[in-house]
């Protein structure tokens, strides 16, 4: 299994980025396909998860309304598009499939970064 995050860069705050997470190696059917981020000296923290085959939708408050996570089932890929971002969002942005929406995620992408600039 392998899951591919790209779609990192330098942003201005207020600006928005889009990223991918390519997802190859088994059928994803029944799994929520999350994004998490990790701020350094911070915990990894949950941001949004999706079902992939179904329209269950999980996202943490603090991106709730600038944040939409979705998925291209026919090209394997799921998006995070980041939109009003802010220096608080800077982090590395990983891609996990997992059987529960907030947590047990089994496989691990290898992660973007994400720098916002105020």
């Known amino acids: 299994v392998q899951l591919q995050a790209s779609g990192g860069g330098l942003v201005q705050a207020g600006d928005s980025l889009r990223l991918s997470c390519a997802a190859s190696?088994?059928?994803?059917?029944?799994?929520?396909m999350g994004w998490f981020r990790q701020a350094p000296g911070k915990e990894r923290e949950f941001v949004a998860t999706k079902m992939w085959n179904a329209d269950t939708t999980y996202y943490a408050d603090s991106v709730k309304g600038r944040f939409t996570i979705s998925r291209d089932n026919a090209k394997n890929t799921v998006y995070l598009q980041m939109n009003s971002l802010k220096p608080e969002d800077t982090a590395v942005y990983y891609c996990?499939?997992?059987?529960?929406?907030?947590?047990?995620?089994?496989?691990w992408g290898q992660g973007t970064q994400v720098t916002v600039s105020s």
């Open positions: 996990a499939a997992g059987t529960r929406p907030l947590n047990t995620y089994a496989y």
């Open positions: 190696g088994r059928t994803f059917s029944g799994y929520f």
